[in-house]
């Protein structure tokens, strides 16, 4: 037994400082070649980009000088890939470069770099590659080349410093190792007996071991071990019955992993929560579970710190839930070794309302600001003398007018969306036939569409059912949804209203306009407060920014609901559906 254990130990210390060794000098070698290459392709590219900016027929006449400067092979390369200047070959000779790695990457990124074997050189070589730009237009590129004989003698160099290094610490190593092995082996052979004896369930007695260094510290933790582990047994089996009672009646999501990581137990609130996306996750580990890199990243800082770690993810990607995690581990079991314990709380509601508010708050802030400061900048000009000249006090004070008409617009419509929510608006729910209403507000609304020459269609069935609507909000819906698509419609577009039956005893009415869409992605945001989704245009052309959701919020109180299909540059339809009367 002391034999094996001292070989073993001995052959541990060795194969450790073998090791140790191997992998220092693998990474320190890789580790030493690779920044030597970066450093040069950065060299080479510094040198490019200098280059590139003098024109074309310059960089020609003066390749010479550039390769001297740099320290490297110059080619000069037109855009169709003929090498029209070469350094170190006749340019002539050499065939099209349009498909060398560096030049497609200059190509497609704006810049390029390779590591291969030239066969032209007949060595490995760095190559760096830049455009060369005329303007807007490629005349060509510039490739700058450097070989590797540099960087492998410095490798060399450095690793027969390594390897004598090695070889004095693995001499010295051998030495120490033989050393601790022998020192190690009798007291643990003690240990091996008592231990034994403990597990035959016999009285094992005291572990006498004098030693102050860590093999006696372990002794004594054995001995205190033995006294205490019935005391250690019960407190386990107290806290297991806490951890369950808690577990089934929380709220909140929670799963608990087992030691090598896996999901072992998933209460009801986190199946509730996630629903049935995931399938069955027991048995799997969070990450094939989940496929969640910012769970995975928790876990890990949790695994690599050892204390709880709290962090905010998002499940899903559709309709993504925002949970607030926390990891800790089981109470009771050594978190290093035991079980892990995450708490799931969703967070997606808040989220949601917290980013509502700052935008509106932000919003609601640059639309009253906006106008105010107008007005105040024109009516001092008007205090310092300006209203004396009638023209121009005239003109200051329609200015004025406009800038208070849109602060008046702005409250008006933020009155009309917080009087709706707060159900403080009074409809008139009555039978209505939809095609007099839309008359009149296409009626409003060919005015300013004949301003931008955009036509103007309407498809209204005579036999269409009649809707449970407020005539006046109704009105007020179609205004601003037509509106909307004049404003965003390019001269010589067109707009259409047309309405029919729904499935679910509804009418919807559409309204499809050609102008300029919207991103995919910014779709549900719509109807939002402020929400503009190009904020620079949307203002140039006046508004609120609170239509469509004044339309939204309207249309809900009339029980039905809106709709939005757009594609980017063709146009967007806006349907909006009714109950029928």
Do not use: C
């Not at 406009?402 to 917080?418: C, F, G, K």
Request: no cysteine; hydrophobic share 40%.
């Amino acid at each position: 037994m002391k034999g094996r254990l001292f070989i073993k130990i001995f052959a541990t210390y060795l194969a450790i400082t073998v090791l140790a060794i191997g992998i220092v000098g693998f990474l320190a070698g890789s580790q030493i070649r690779a920044k030597l290459e970066k450093q040069i392709e950065i060299e080479l590219m510094s040198f490019a980009g200098l280059v590139d900016l003098y024109p074309m027929k310059e960089i020609q006449s003066r390749v010479e000088e550039i390769a001297r400067i740099a320290r490297a092979r110059v080619t000069v390369i037109d855009r169709e890939g003929k090498v029209i200047a070469e350094t170190d070959k006749d340019a002539a000779a050499l065939g099209s470069h349009l498909e060398r790695p560096e030049i497609q990457e200059a190509r497609v990124r704006g810049k390029g770099s390779a590591t291969r074997y030239s066969r032209t050189m007949k060595e490995e070589m760095i190559y760096v590659a830049l455009p060369i730009q005329k303007g807007p237009e490629l005349v060509g590129y510039i490739r700058l080349a450097r070989p590797l004989s540099d960087v492998k003698k410095t490798i060399e160099e450095f690793t027969a410093i390594l390897l004598q290094s090695f070889l004095m610490i693995l001499v010295s190593s051998v030495a120490v190792a033989f050393f601790f092995s022998r020192k190690l082996t009798a007291p643990i052979r003690d240990m091996e007996h008592f231990t034994e004896r403990l597990r035959r369930g016999e009285a094992p007695g005291t572990l006498m071991i004098r030693s102050s260094d860590e093999i006696g510290q372990l002794a004594e933790n054995i001995n205190y071990m033995v006294d205490e582990l019935q005391k250690r047994i019960a407190a386990l089996q107290e806290e297991k019955a806490k951890v369950e009672a808690a577990f089934s009646s929380a709220l909140d999501g929670v799963l608990i992993l087992d030691h090598p990581g896996r999901i072992e137990t998933v209460n009801r609130g986190m199946w509730i929560m996630i629903g049935d996306r995931y399938g069955d996750i027991v048995g799997k580990t969070p990450l094939e579970a989940f496929r969640n890199l910012g769970l995975q990243r928790a876990l890990d800082q949790y695994r690599t710190h050892g204390t709880p770690v709290s962090q905010e993810i998002e499940l899903g990607e559709e309709e993504p839930v925002v949970l607030d995690v926390s990891i800790t581990p089981v109470r009771g079991v050594d978190a290093a070794e035991g079980k892990t314990m995450l708490v799931f709380h969703d967070v997606t509601r808040l989220k949601k309302l917290e980013r509502m508010r700052v935008d509106f708050v932000a919003n609601v802030t640059h639309e009253i600001k906006t106008p105010l400061t107008a007005i105040l900048g024109y009516v001092e000009t008007l205090q310092e003398g300006a209203i004396e000249d009638r023209d121009t006090a005239k003109k200051f004070l329609s200015t004025i007018s406009r800038h208070a008409e849109r602060l008046n617009r702005l409250v008006e419509d933020l009155l009309t969306i917080s009087n709706t929510e707060l159900g403080e608006i009074h409809f008139s729910f009555e039978s209505v036939a939809l095609s007099g209403i839309a008359q009149s507000v296409l009626h409003m609304i060919r005015q300013k569409a004949g301003e931008k020459n955009i036509r103007i269609a309407s498809a209204i069935p005579e036999d269409l059912p009649l809707i449970r609507a407020d005539r006046d909000r109704l009105s007020q819906i179609l205004i601003n949804v037509l509106d909307n698509a004049v404003k965003f419609t390019p001269e010589g577009g067109s707009v259409s209203l047309s309405a029919a039956p729904a499935d679910g005893n509804e009418v919807v009415v559409k309204i499809a306009d050609t102008g300029i869409g919207i991103p995919r992605d910014e779709i549900p945001r719509l109807g939002e407060r402020f929400y503009r989704v190009d904020k620079t245009r949307s203002r140039e052309l006046g508004g609120t920014g609170l239509g469509l959701s004044i339309v939204k919020h309207l249309v809900t109180a009339h029980k039905g609901r809106m709709e939005i299909e757009s594609q980017l540059g063709r146009g967007t339809t806006v349907s909006l559906y009714f109950p029928a009367a």
